[in-house]
């Protein structure tokens, strides 16, 4: 058997792609696809640009603005079940390799920064266990079947729970179970999974898991921005209106051209991060990612974003309908001032 693991992914802005993978073209940079014939199935308008980096680390770079980071740690023998939960245990608690990646990332930025907008790195990651292994098999060599692996030993290998689990807490956390010849099987939870696939060289189920991922990190991304920046936008109002103008309806000008702006950027982005990748098909690697953003509950977290856009939303609306009382009172006063200049003339003249 064999360990992958962890994908840490660090969001930015906008990369531009094209230019990114010219910068990179020395290390060997390039478009990358899903292999197997199902994939048709999938849909990608901008296929991220993936690159092997010093340290044994892949990066790929997705046009929304996340840099996903995929370090490989392989053992030097086949193992049994129980020698690879431990060592799987042992993997997800090693500091060492996030400070690998840690670095992988520092450098990569440096490299690619001339094809960043508004470069960054977020404080928001995302961190996903791949663990993999080339069979499941017998102390004899018979093959074991996929369909007879317990829930309580996947539960201490993807749950890192020592526990014994109560069999519907196992059925709640663990039902997501894939299976496309004899041979293979994939097995989803929040925060790992677990590949058996005989292929070295088929590596489509961690490449959706890795865009399903990117994507989920996207939408916490923007999620913990709205929760930034709708306070301050109310901030911002309550400062305008202790503010004293004499151009009333224009002192909201740039606050509503603030709002609309970042409105229409975090909406735009936002769907193009849920259009980037699209199934047309129910097939094997569609419903494997499919079901992991079921799990990574993206459409909880696109709710939310929704929500809170819909509240700036009502903001601009609230704050320009009283820029336009405003500047309708302003003219209520100008049109008064007048007469009544109008009415001292007269009274002069005469």
Not at 14 to 26: G, K, R, S, V
Not at 75 to 82: I, Q
Not at 181 to 193: G, K, M, P
Not at 308 to 317: E, H, N, P, Q, V
């Amino acid at each position: 058997m064999s360990e992958e693991g962890p994908i840490l992914i660090g969001a930015s802005a906008e990369i531009d792609l094209t230019h990114a993978a010219t910068l990179l073209a020395p290390a060997g940079a390039g478009i990358s696809r899903p292999r197997r014939g199902d994939a048709a199935a999938i849909v990608m308008p901008r296929p991220p640009v993936r690159v092997e980096l010093e340290g044994g680390v892949t990066a790929s770079l997705y046009d929304f603005g996340v840099v996903s980071l995929r370090l490989q740690c392989s053992p030097a023998r086949d193992l049994s079940w129980a020698e690879f939960v431990a060592q799987a245990v042992r993997q997800q608690a090693a500091s060492e390799l996030r400070a690998t990646l840690d670095r992988a990332l520092e450098d990569l930025i440096q490299r690619i920064r001339p094809a960043v907008s508004r470069p960054a790195v977020a404080t928001v990651t995302e961190e996903y266990f791949v663990f993999r292994g080339r069979g499941l098999r017998e102390v004899g060599g018979g093959r074991v079947d996929p369909a007879g692996v317990s829930s309580d030993a996947l539960a201490r290998l993807l749950l890192n729970e020592p526990r014994t689990l109560a069999p519907a807490a196992l059925r709640d956390l663990l039902p997501h179970r894939f299976s496309y010849t004899i041979d293979d099987f994939v097995v989803l939870s929040w925060e790992a999974a677990l590949v058996i696939e005989p292929d070295a060289a088929d590596d489509d189920v961690e490449y959706v898991l890795e865009f399903a991922n990117a994507q989920l990190l996207e939408l916490r991304f923007f999620d913990a921005l709205l929760d930034d920046q709708v306070p301050r936008v109310y901030d911002r109002m309550a400062l305008v209106r202790r503010t004293p103008s004499l151009l009333l309806g224009r002192r909201y000008r740039p606050l509503l051209a603030d709002v609309q702006t970042f409105v229409a950027d975090t909406t735009d982005i936002v769907e193009r991060v849920e259009n980037a990748f699209k199934v047309t098909e129910d097939v094997y690697l569609a419903r494997i990612y499919l079901s992991a953003m079921e799990i990574f509950r993206a459409a909880a977290w696109r709710q939310g974003i929704d929500r809170k856009l819909g509240i700036l939303r009502d903001t601009y609306g609230m704050l320009n309908a009283e820029s336009q009382a405003a500047r309708g009172e302003a003219l209520e006063v100008a049109v008064v001032l007048l007469i009544l200049s109008e009415i001292v003339l007269s009274l002069l003249r005469a």
